[in-house]
């Protein structure tokens, strides 16, 4: 006992000298910070007179401009402490630009390359400027960093947390897609430093009392390209900026930022300083980076894309898709598929903690990502990622740029993959201008396989899971690309919307009433087009040329495969033959709806003689209206599509009474086994046995069966009726087989039966 109150006691007395340590340490720094408010010139190795000139100062710039690492800035020991305990010792190119600049009070618009180092450019001088500041706790909020994405803004929060550790501000993270906005509402007043995204902002601002940025002294727009053009975030950022302070400092950073922004008006920037230090560069991308890209049509994507990945079972490999529901059906289909590697996916309609936990795992070793755009721009996965593969075509040259930057940061090395369609092939012109070095490559034809049969029994087998998804993929892409801006690359008319609807195994395309008027307007296009080339004919009949595209590669050799690839190859006579430069059109009349404008019926409804049994149709006013009036605005518009439509009608015709005489067999088949399981069943009651536990149909019918799976549910104990149809009769018994136990149910029929023998 005596032993352990002395042990109490040393330890007492010893974190009370530690205390007093730190007590005296803090005094002692106290005395070395700046006045508050004074000259952010002012620092202890700068001359305090020293005007805040632009470049122009050469004495006080050079002081900044010419430090290489981190320890000669001047800066405070709390940062550089952090930067070196957190392994950042020399500055990177856009840091040592940067920096100077930021430190010396000016905005700053920062450009550089994925990967360079851009957050610590902002996350550095936003820390100094509070501290020179003698910013505190109580002062309220002092900067705001705004981030297109919640994950996204967690990693510049990191950032924040590593390097401004030792400085004694308040941070906090304001994301939408968490729970406790009432907790955050009350803690955001008090917090000095806010990494947030722009909507959650702006419902602070409106909904939360007591809350102000009236004593900003520093904003940051990350991805500031992205935040003020893009339609989804500009409302919102604007709304911001305007209930903001304007006599603040402004950083803006992004790997892709346009010398003249319009939108930058908004934002009161004073005379700002543009560092873009990637300008002269030979290329716009990583110099680390490989970048390679394929032909491939529509339909063809998916196969690609499992031989792609089966032929890279080692890697961490993320994957872009346009739209979440194409994400959705890839990462299931292809889980159904089962290719040997863990798969993940992650979009913005996934719950923020799901979303959390897929990035992190994505730093594990060797993984699939399908992400749709959320994770194209600012995120620094922990380890490298091997692979960046765009299945669908970026919507410009910023968005390949942000894309493929998810690999090859930094100093790792990466890799990217871009599937073209032959319609897309502009888009390399693009690239090219914007110095992008990209090389053609060839899929080996021995790694494809078709998966549309594999993909069709799957959707069969579960079309709970599969079918609804696929269809909502296929509307959800052709409205994608009908929504891009640049319809010299994207082209709706070009989809090969059936062949791609059959490609992912569904039987006939989903209907998509949104490209009516695409069909209208281009009726000389789609006349002009050659007739539709019959699935199976597809390859026989599609035999493209492959052009080199040797003037883009840029690259000078030591860009040579870094590894040797067994997929992707040089070699044109093992490349796949269904490459090609032009896809037929094959856009069938099921895509389309069949409304008629009141005008037209009205137009139609004379000189034209209804055929014999032909539904009559009324239009709104009672008129009957001529059969062909439906399809007048097709006919009219597609009238060399005849053809086509007469083909295409005779093939699903035959593949749908193909379908139906199936579903025939089987239910025919599914009715006998029930009818001689009930009949046996039977007999054993009437040789007096107990009622026979009645099996788990599903498991003892097999396919038949468990294909349908809400009978069950249904079925009410009674007498089968002659074909063998479970009568769903409730008179006799009145009640559901499960609503109640098995028990119960043995001793009712036991009950009847004697009640039936008496
Ligand atoms: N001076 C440095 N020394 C060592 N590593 C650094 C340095 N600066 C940045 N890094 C590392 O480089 C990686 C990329 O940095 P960062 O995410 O800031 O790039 P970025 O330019 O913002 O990329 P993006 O354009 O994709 O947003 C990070 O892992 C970061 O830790």
């Given at each position: ?353 799901e979303r959390m936990v897929t990035v992190s795992q994505f730093s594990k070793n060797p993984i699939v990502l399908f992400s749709t755009d959320v994770a194209s721009r600012g995120l620094d996965f922990d380890q490298a990622v091997d692979w960046v593969v765009q299945v669908d075509c970026p919507e410009d040259v910023a968005s390949y740029i942000h894309r493929v930057g998810r690999t090859a940061r930094f100093d790792s090395v990466g890799r990217s993959l871009l599937f073209l369609m032959p319609s897309e092939e502009k888009m390399l012109d693009k690239l090219q201008a914007a110095k992008i070095p990209i090389r053609e490559k060839k899929p080996n034809k021995d790694l494809v396989q078709s998966l549309s049969k594999l993909l069709a029994s799957k ?300």
């Amino acid at each position: 006992m005596r032993k352990l109150k002395s042990k109490k006691y040393r330890i007492k007395k010893k974190l009370s000298e530690e205390l007093q340590e730190i007590e005296l340490l803090k005094s002692w720094i106290e005395s070395q910070q700046p006045e508050r408010g004074s000259n952010p010139m002012s620092l202890p190795d700068l001359p305090s007179d020293a005007p805040l000139g632009r470049v122009g100062n050469p004495t006080l710039f050079s002081r900044y401009a010419g430090a290489t690492r981190f320890e000669q800035l001047p800066i405070s020991k709390k940062t550089k402490d952090a930067l070196r305990q957190s392994k950042y010792i020399v500055m990177t190119d856009i840091q040592r630009a940067a920096l100077p600049h930021a430190l010396c009070g000016r905005d700053v618009r920062g450009a550089s390359k994925t990967g360079s180092g851009k957050t610590l450019a902002f996350v550095i001088p936003l820390l100094e400027k509070l501290y020179r500041e003698r910013w505190c706790r109580d002062d309220g909020v002092g900067v705001i960093v705004l981030s297109p994405t919640r994950e996204l803004a967690i990693q510049t929060f990191l950032v924040l947390n590593s390097v401004g550790r030792h400085h004694d501000f308040s941070a906090g993270l304001l994301i939408g897609g968490r729970k406790g906005v009432k907790e955050e509402k009350e803690r955001a007043n008090k917090l000095n430093i806010l990494v947030c995204t722009p909507g959650r902002l702006l419902q602070h601002m409106n909904e939360t009392e007591h809350f102000f940025c009236s004593q900003l002294q520093v904003l940051v727009l990350d991805e500031a390209d992205r935040m003020l053009s893009d339609a989804s975030f500009k409302p919102a950022v604007e709304l911001i900026i305007k209930d903001l302070p304007k006599d603040r400092q402004i950083f803006l950073f992004s790997a892709t930022h346009p010398k003249d922004v319009k939108d930058l008006a908004t934002l009161c920037l004073k005379d700002p300083e543009f560092v873009s230090v990637h300008e002269k560069s030979v290329t716009a991308t990583p110099t680390n980076l490989q970048q390679t890209y394929i032909i491939v049509p529509l339909h063809r994507k998916l196969d690609m894309l499992w031989g792609f990945i089966r032929s890279n079972l080692k890697s961490r490999i993320l994957v872009f898709l346009s739209t979440r529901k194409q994400v959705e059906f890839v990462y299931k289909a292809f889980a159904k598929l089962q290719p040997g590697i863990p798969l993940k996916r992650i979009h913005g309609k996934r719950k923020q903690e799901e979303r959390m936990v897929t990035v992190s795992q994505f730093s594990k070793n060797p993984i699939v990502l399908f992400s749709t755009d959320v994770a194209s721009r600012g995120l620094d996965f922990d380890q490298a990622v091997d692979w960046v593969v765009q299945v669908d075509c970026p919507e410009d040259v910023a968005s390949y740029i942000h894309r493929v930057g998810r690999t090859a940061r930094f100093d790792s090395v990466g890799r990217s993959l871009l599937f073209l369609m032959p319609s897309e092939e502009k888009m390399l012109d693009k690239l090219q201008a914007a110095k992008i070095p990209i090389r053609e490559k060839k899929p080996n034809k021995d790694l494809v396989q078709s998966l549309s049969k594999l993909l069709a029994s799957k959707i069969v087998q579960d079309p709970d899971l599969l079918r609804g998804v696929a269809n909502r993929a296929v509307i959800t892409y052709v409205k994608s690309v009908k929504k891009q801006k640049d319809k010299e690359i994207f082209d709706v008319k070009e989809l090969p919307i059936d062949e791609f609807s059959k490609s992912i195994g569904l039987p006939f395309p989903p209907r998509m009433r949104f490209l009516n008027n695409e069909i209208n307007n281009s009726s000389k296009k789609v006349s002009e087009l050659s007739p539709i080339v019959e699935p199976e004919n597809l390859d026989k009949d599609n035999e493209f040329e492959l052009l080199p595209k040797e003037e883009l590669d840029i690259s000078d050799s030591s860009e040579e495969d870094r590894e040797k690839d067994p997929f992707l190859t040089n070699d044109t006579a093992n490349a796949a033959d269904w490459e090609g430069r032009k896809i037929e059109h094959t856009m069938s009349p099921s895509t389309l709806s069949t409304r008629v404008s009141k005008k037209k019926k009205k137009k139609l409804k004379i000189n034209i003689h209804r055929p014999v049994g032909t539904r009559v149709v009324f239009d709104d006013e009672g008129n009957s209206l001529p059969p062909l009036a439906r399809l007048a605005d097709i006919n009219n518009a597609r009238a060399p599509l005849d053809q086509i439509q007469d083909k295409k009608t005779e093939y699903y015709k035959k593949l749908r009474e193909g379908l139906k005489k199936e579903d025939k067999d089987d239910k025919a088949q599914y009715h006998n086994r029930r009818r001689e399981k009930r009949l046996k069943n039977k007999m054993k009651w009437k040789r007096g046995n107990t009622y026979e536990k009645e099996e788990d149909v599903s498991d003892s019918e097999g396919e038949a069966y468990a294909n349908r799976p809400h009978k069950r549910s249904k079925i009410y104990f009674g007498s089968d009726d002659d074909d063998g149809e479970i009568k769903e009769s409730k008179d006799k018994l009145g009640f559901i087989a499960d609503s109640i136990s098995l028990a119960e149910q043995e001793a009712v029929a036991l009950k009847v039966l004697s009640a039936m023998h008496s």
